[in-house]
């Protein structure tokens, strides 16, 4: 079965390359443990990249919730005024004083 599949192997493109340059860095210490320490950098590198993704990721989502949330509560109170409501009925309301009302009213 081996021999079969070394045959196999022999008639894919660029094996026995491989193989060979797997040979001579097996053969040669120095140059294993270059390779392994790349790898090891490379992983590291992958995983710092990842982590710095999500976080990104993850503070986007708030900040974007929390910007849609204050134009939400814009648009209700620009609602409400047109509406007739008084500045004081919609600081009750809403929770927000009177001067943060008037201004969320001269930025809409």
């Known amino acids: 079965m081996d021999s079969e599949?070394?045959?196999?192997?022999?008639m894919e493109e660029g094996v026995e390359d491989m193989v060979k340059d797997l040979k001579k860095i097996n053969a040669d210490?120095?140059?294993?443990?270059?390779?392994?320490?790349r790898?090891?950098?490379r992983t590291v590198l992958k995983s710092?990249?990842?982590d710095?993704?999500?976080r990104g990721h993850k503070?986007?989502?708030i900040e974007g919730k929390a910007e849609g949330k204050a134009e939400g509560m814009a648009?209700?109170?620009t609602r409400l005024h047109l509406?007739?409501?008084?500045?004081e009925d919609i600081a009750t309301m809403t929770g927000l004083t009177p001067e943060e009302i008037k201004k969320l009213l001269a930025n809409s």
């Open 39 to 41: 790898e090891k950098t």
């Open 48 to 50: 710092i990249k990842n």
């Open 52 to 54: 710095s993704y999500f």
């Open 29 to 37: 210490a120095e140059k294993r443990q270059l390779m392994e320490t």
């Open 59 to 61: 503070k986007g989502k």
């Open 75 to 77: 648009e209700i109170i």
């Open 83 to 87: 509406g007739g409501r008084s500045i």
């Open 5 to 10: 599949l070394d045959e196999a192997l022999k």
